[in-house]
């Protein structure tokens, strides 16, 4: 009696294996390269998320700055404004009180030249009688 052997195909089951193995690969790779992706993007969102806070913080920082500046700017303008009205008020005070004393200094001259006509002529009068 004979031995009968199974007919094995050696190629088949080598290329059997290579396409397991390159599928197994291939499915290993695209796992590894998603959770890689998934893990970047989210390190990607909370950096944009620290980027937003930090740009929210600053813009929030210079409004506060320029408004503070703008206060202060309107509060010196103003001051300017009262200091001016200051000088003026009393140069025009000055003047008033200048001019004020001027018009009774004349008016003290003709009410002298008037009261000095006036005796004149009471005295012209008196000495025509």
Do not use: C, R
């Amino acid at each position: 009696m004979g031995t009968t052997f199974a007919l094995v195909d050696p190629g088949g089951k080598l290329a059997g294996w290579y396409e397991n193995h390159f599928k197994e690969k291939v499915h290993h790779l695209s796992k590894t390269t998603t959770t890689e992706l998934f893990s970047s993007l989210e390190k990607l969102q909370k950096e944009l998320q620290v980027l937003k806070t930090n740009l929210t913080k600053q813009l929030d920082n210079y409004e506060v700055n320029q408004s503070v500046e703008t206060i202060n700017s309107i509060k010196k303008h103003q001051e300017n404004q009262i200091n001016q009205l200051h000088t003026v008020t009393e140069e025009i005070g000055k003047q008033h009180k200048e001019k004020m004393q001027a018009y009774i200094e004349k008016k003290k001259e003709q009410e002298a030249e008037q009261l000095t006509k006036d005796i004149e002529d009471l005295l012209t009068e008196l000495t025509q009688e």
